[in-house]
T-cell receptor, first 114, second 114 residues
């Protein structure tokens, strides 16, 4: 069964450093998403991406964040200058169509900022 | 504004007992509702969804949920749980914005004891 994959599973970085989280969505999917979950808190939407551009972003997704689909298979989330409060589990998801179709989630990348 | 409340952060239950995980939502527009499950070290997997029609929806692994518009609830139930049902369960809302942004509850950790 096709699945969304994410690398790395755990990333440790120092405050102020740039990180890139990588995702490989399901191959025929067209909609892509990033969510994050700070420990003990809700899973929060960050951004959706369709047709090579951001479709929607939350208030969390400020200028420090960017997303890219550099080729036909990868979908990346970049944090330019990490802060302690960026420590969280980051989930990538993809969907064949938009609302209300099923979003398939990856296993997540745990980002720890020290 | 949209929000999802999961009233119980942890639900312990013995094997073969029935279980109900509670979810309430708030939205000014019609919504789609979902339950996702997360097993350790895995991504979120869709259990079931309510889009329209019958208010009782059945999902995988013997789970079902009932949409109650007057009480703005979407509680998840299973008549007899197994140890393998031990996982974190997330209720989520989609306001039907075409792009599929999901709003999640905090999650409920279901622990099934032998």
């Amino acid at each position: 069964e096709p699945e969304v994959t994410q690398t790395p599973s755990h990333q440790v970085t120092q405050m102020g450093q740039e990180v890139i989280l990588r995702c490989v969505p399901i191959s025929n999917h067209l909609y892509f998403y990033w969510y994050r979950q700070i420990l003990g808190q809700k899973v929060e939407f960050l951004v959706s991406f369709y047709n090579n551009e951001i479709s929607e972003k939350s208030e969390i997704f400020d200028d420090q964040f960017s997303v890219e689909r550099p080729d036909g298979s990868n979908f990346t989330l970049k944090i330019r200058s990490t802060k302690l409060e960026d420590s969280a589990m980051y989930f990538c998801a993809s969907s064949a169509s938009g609302s209300p179709y099923e979003q398939y989630f990856g296993p997540g990348t745990r980002l720890t900022v020290t | 504004a949209q929000s999802v409340t999961q009233l119980d952060s942890q639900v312990p239950v013995f094997e073969e007992a029935p279980v109900e995980l509670r979810c309430n939502y708030s939205s000014s527009v019609s919504v789609y509702l979902f339950w996702y499950v997360q097993y350790p070290n895995q991504g979120l997997q869709l259990l079931l969804k309510y889009l329209s029609g019958s208010t009782l929806v059945k999902g995988i692994n013997g789970f079902e949920a009932e949409f109650n518009k007057s009480q703005t609830s979407f509680h998840l139930r299973k008549p007899s749980v197994h140890i393998s049902d031990t996982a974190e369960y997330f209720c989520a809302l989609d306001r039907g914005s075409t792009l599929g942004r999901l709003y999640f509850g905090r999650g409920t950790q279901l622990t099934v004891w032998p």
